[in-house]
């Protein structure tokens, strides 16, 4: 049976065919004058939102994905001209309000009356290089022109070469470098790099994802797996960073369960791609990571989900449970089980997708609800409406496609094989 009370099983190849299809009619809606806005939960464009340099390339991406995959759309969803046309239009904002033509790079954020938040930041920056790299890979005009100077700002502006790291924030001019570090924009960083090797064939990009995720890995490895996420200008772990704001959205405090898988998923496509050369250990790592993760994370307080997360002992610190925590886990599960023939793997993925449609899921609005409370009750506390589809989908196309090469790659290749 692949059916309850006739609808797909979670997790099931139907169910997830489901899922891709509504989930870009959702995401339809996010398209604005200037690039793509934050979604409330019914969908519609939040007016007190500005228009974020991170959703229009996350959006960007995902339609480009839908483009590639080349499937039937939902009643009212968009069919492949209105996809193709939606990520020209990413393209194009990339090209015109959220680009800086009088520093180089591009703004954070923007609105009607001009720049919101005029920083250069290597988390936005990392998803330009992959919403270009998967504009080109569905052969958009302008995509390879787009992809090759994302990639030049990251490699000039952010790339610390003796560290093989990116430092984390500029101001509008490129002349003071916040001195704060940061894991997660490493972690996009390595997720665009290796993206984009992919599709430009050059493997500069994916060496350079291999030297963030050797570094990235050591200091799990001396943390009991947990990952440091903050650091200071010298990359000293700032252990203690944002105790007092705990549940920030980009810097929370402590461990986050939901880094920690995607850190695996994302090490085990290093080791896979760079073969012998990539970091030591890498495959090993990658597991260890995700057990932890899961160990420390899901249902730790007595209900279904995954904290966001604990302190450096493992005890949760912020029990709220966000979507792409849980998108972020059936991935890896997808992943290690491939990898390690593991069929714990599979049993875990099949759990944690009765709980994202049981809880995740909004079967009447569409997408997925953002964040649940501990027991597993829509909130917005961090993730007030539904911003983006991004993990989402990566997650219900993910089962499709091999571990490597990246998303945009792999369903290329898909429709060359099949004469698509």
Known sequence: MTTTHDRPTPGSPAYLADQRADLLRFARGSRTGLGFGYL???????????????????????????????????????????????????????????????????????GEEGVVDASKQAYGHAFVVLAAGSATAAGIDGGAELLRDALACLDERFWDDREGLVVDRWDRTW?????????????????????????????????????????????????????????????????????????????????????????????????????????????????????????????????????????????????????????EAVNTAEVLGRLTGDERWAERAAGWWAHIDRSLVDHELGSWTHELDAHN??????????????HAYQAAILPLLPVTPAFAAALAAQGLASGA
Not at 68 to 81: H, I, K, N, S, V
Not at 278 to 286: D, S
Not at 377 to 388: C, V
């Open 40 to 110: 409330d939960s019914a969908g519609v464009v939040d007016p007190a939102r500005p228009v974020e340099l991170w959703i229009t390339c996350r959006m960007t991406h995902t339609f480009a994905l839908g483009l590639l995959a080349g499937e039937p759309p939902a009643p009212g969803g968009p069919g492949a001209d209105e996809l193709a046309s939606l990520v020209e239009h990413g393209v194009r904002s990339l090209r015109t309000s959220l680009a800086d033509d009088a520093h180089g790079g591009w703004l954070a954020a923007v």
């Open 175 to 327: 002349s003071e470098l916040d001195p704060y570090r940061g894991v997660n924009a490493n972690m996009h960083t390595v997720e665009a790099l290796l993206a984009a090797g992919d599709v430009s064939g050059d493997p500069t990009w994916h060496l350079r994802a291999g030297r963030v995720a050797g570094r990235v890995m050591g200091w799990a490895s001396d943390n009991d797996w947990r990952i440091p996420e903050h650091f200071d200008e010298q990359w000293r772990p700032l252990l203690e960073h944002h105790r007092d704001h705990p549940a920030h959205p980009f810097q929370p405090y402590g461990a986050t369960v939901g880094h920690g898988l995607e850190w695996a998923r994302l090490v085990a496509a290093v080791a896979r791609t760079l073969g012998e050369r990539a970091p030591a250990g890498a495959a090993e790592a990658a597991v260890a990571l995700a057990e932890r993760a899961v160990a420390d994370g899901w249902a730790v307080d007595g209900e279904d989900g995954f904290v966001y997360t604990t302190d450096w002992q493992g005890a949760p610190v912020v029990r709220a449970r966000m979507h792409w925590v849980a998108a």
């Open 377 to 390: 009750r829509p909130a917005g506390d961090t993730w007030p409406g539904k911003p983006d589809v991004y």
